[in-house]
């Protein structure tokens, strides 16, 4: 993008300058495929279905698409394989989940998840109704965040699957606001009803 | 190549060196270590998270194998991880006991694109710190030589800011200061009613007035400046220095290049130019010119000294004095509290404000009140909302989860203390005596530990702010008094400081080495003491004014 020599940009130009240049190169395709993980984190299908179904448990549809209906799941299960939110870092008590381990010692989330939820269902997870489904992934919630020492890797399941819904064009821009240009800074507002978090507000992304 | 003068780095300080010495009339060449970033190409700029790969964290797996300093930074993720080094091509070494995390751009316009734009004088009390306390060696100059230097680096760069007229953090040329939100502007009136403190909003390089004539805009309030910002809204070597020193039609500039060697003619005691090599091809270029500036960054610059050890100079450049690489700093900073407000969460904002707020020093000031400490420290932070990542660390999902994270969440205010970091002789980078890098030049070695004055004064901060916030009316949830790694405030200065002895320093009052006229340092390399301020624009108004000097000498024929 150019910018003229002789003046700045102001705000309805840049949005509609990006708006053309969106237009001309097309949306970029950002998905990293799945089949691009190492044989230890190639999720199973069984897998991705589960993880598309706690996805949509954890935040489910409403006036807006839900956790499982954008996908969350499987970003989730990328990004667990990549590590993200630390999620490849080496837990204290290692032992207790050693059946779920890499060979560098970090934990298979998706696969740990997949076995915890079927044995808490008393069978297959995906069969049990919607209600138990729920109720056994609550309790599963409620007890991982029961103490902060908790090093349950459902702590990390679940952050993943937020940002892969916060950070969907779903998530970010329906279900919350996308503001790429505010343009303004109110210091003080009215929290009222209507008012929509910020999916962008960087601060509290990093602070909040 | 011949040229009257030579800039090695274009940063912060090499892009007003080069502003500064082409508008004087000489022929310039700026040379650049990392690759050409052109003003409005910014690659990520625009990008929303679901446009990335992962989503703006970026793929860490691949950032613990080749970012896994820099990947620390909090303003490094997949939108800004472009604009920071990759760490496994740029090695540095670090002695046994320290912990340093170098945090580095290497790219036309260095870290002018990822600073923290947060802009602040100093005062005498700072360049008066060595000689009062014994730490150190003493400045050359006071405020009164810097002052009008400051007022023109900031009416150029575009500073923001709300005067305050305080002695310790002296007001500059501001344009008008950023809001501080409601949660800030209560703190603001309990610490001055209270206790006397200032809590004001960041003395931001962010313009709130538009330089039309420079094509930059008023600020947008997007927070996303590492990215870059095609609206120049923030002061970058891009976005301001670059376009004023082309102007002239006297510059010339030279990326992927990084110079081995500076030069030394022995019979003349002058500099002659600098050696480089092409980082894509590996070939080998020369340059000469009459002055040498150099404003590779502290660290780089003073490893540039090293490394140009000479028969004439065996143990570094300019380096008569054996002090070069000594008395490096850093400000000691720690996450002093975080304090809950929950009487606010009626109240919201709108807009991403690119600073935070500051509580300006007031500690060992007229009154020498520290706790085991001579110095100052001082806050940066602010009162911020959750959002949806505060999802993450909270029982609950389903429709109540989603109901919640639907608004705005708690309230809650952060204070991060800088401390003042004493100079340390023990402190100091040298040439490592067996690692190299790609190209064969010895690695730089640090060699770096914060001690006793700087735990003292993160101890007193902490204790401050806990009891500034409670008297708030907050609710403090936790607070640190233990400094992080050294190099964390990005603030890494020292190694060639200035001093009025050729004994005991390296440079003098004008930024230009006692050994050699012609050789100027007026990057982070020239610090003597390192206040409790970000020191940037202290850099930039000693460019400046070595500049100026600079031009008189060579027009004088002293040099």
Known sequence: ?208 | MQFDAIVVGSGITGGWAAKELTQAGLKVLMIERGREIVHGEYETENKAPWEMPFRGLGDTAHYVREYQVQMKNRHFNEFTQGHFVNDKENPYSTGPDTDFTWFRSYQLGGRSLTWGRQSYRWSDYDFGANKRDGHGTDWPIRYADIAPWYDKVEEFIGVSGSPEGLAQLPDGKFQPGMKLNVVEEHVRKVVADKYGRCLTIGRTANMTVAKPEEGRSECQNRSICARGCSFGAYFSTQSSTLPAARATGNLTVVTDAIVEGVDYDPKTKRVTGVRYVNTKDGTQAAATARLVFLNAGAFNSVHLLLKSRSEAMPTGLANSSGVLGTQIMDHANTLSTIALFPQFNDRTTFGNRPTGAIIARYRNMDAMDGSGHTRGYSFQGGALQSNWGAGKREAGIGAELKDRLHQPGMWRFVLVAFADCVPRDSNRLTLDRTKTDRFGIPQLHVDFAFGKEEQAALAQAKADAAEMMTAAGGTVIMGLDQPGAGGTAIHEMGGARMGNDPKSSVLNKWSQAHDIPNLFVTDGAQMASSACQNPSLTYMALTARACDAAVKMLREGVI
């Open chain 1, 1 to 208: 993008m150019q910018q003229s020599p002789q003046r700045g940009w102001n705000r309805r130009e840049f949005l509609s300058a990006t708006a053309l240049v969106a237009l001309a190169l097309g949306v970029p395709a950002a998905a990293v495929s799945l089949t691009s993980l190492e044989s230890e984190d190639a999720p199973t299908d069984r897998q991705r279905f589960v993880m598309k179904d706690v996805s949509q448990l954890v935040i489910p549809r409403s006036a807006t698409p839900g956790g499982g209906d954008v996908g969350a799941g499987d970003f989730a299960i990328l990004a667990l394989a990549h590590g993200l939110d630390g999620s490849r870092s080496l837990l204290k008590d290692a032992a207790a989940y050693a059946r779920f381990a890499r060979n560098d010692g970090s934990i298979r989330h998706v696969a740990w998840l997949e076995k915890e939820l079927d044995t808490r269902a008393g069978g297959d997870f995906l069969k049990a109704p919607a209600g138990q489904r729920l109720a056994a992934l609550k309790a599963l919630d409620a007890e991982a965040f029961a103490s902060r020492e908790s090093e349950s890797p459902w702590k990390a399941i679940k952050g993943l699957i937020l940002t892969g819904y916060y950070t969907s064009e779903v998530g970010g821009s329906q279900e919350l606001r996308y503001e790429p240009v505010p343009g303004r800074f109110d210091p003080d507002l009215p929290l009222t009803p209507d008012f929509r978090a910020i999916s962008n507000d960087w601060t509290a992304v990093d602070f909040g």
